[in-house]
């Protein structure tokens, strides 16, 4: 599963190390760092350079369950884009990399409204 909230951007899935884990991956490490602040912030990150996704945490379902109510019980905003580039501005994200962040988050809004209008 793909979520993107303030935190950042994950892909979720069960780890193929450990079927009992949850694996959650992240493009970035400080969008996993967001997460596992919300999740247990001992939790380590692991980087695997030269994957599609290069950094990864490992957490139990019960633990992707709270952090999922968490994020969804935090929701203060009316437009999530404007959300998280307050949050990362709050965060003193370096400008050129939030830029290309909203820019990416704006790409996959169009991509999806373009579905959206296809006609079938």
Do not use: C
Not at 71 to 84: G, P, R
Request: net charge neutral; hydrophobic share 35%.
């Amino acid at each position: 599963m793909w979520i993107f909230n303030t935190d950042g951007f994950f892909s979720i899935s069960i780890s193929i190390k450990d079927q009992n884990l949850i694996q959650v991956r992240a493009r970035k490490k400080h969008d996993l760092k967001n997460a596992a602040n919300n999740i247990d912030p001992n939790l380590k990150i692991h980087e695997y350079s030269g994957s599609d996704y290069r950094y990864r945490i490992y957490i139990t379902r019960k633990q992707l369950e709270d952090y999922m109510v968490f994020t969804a019980k935090n929701i203060d905003y009316s437009n999530f884009k404007n959300a998280v580039h307050k949050k990362d501005m709050e965060e003193e994200m370096d400008k050129k990399l939030l830029d290309e962040k909203m820019d990416s988050y704006f790409n996959v809004w169009r991509i999806m409204h373009r579905y959206q209008e296809m006609e079938v």
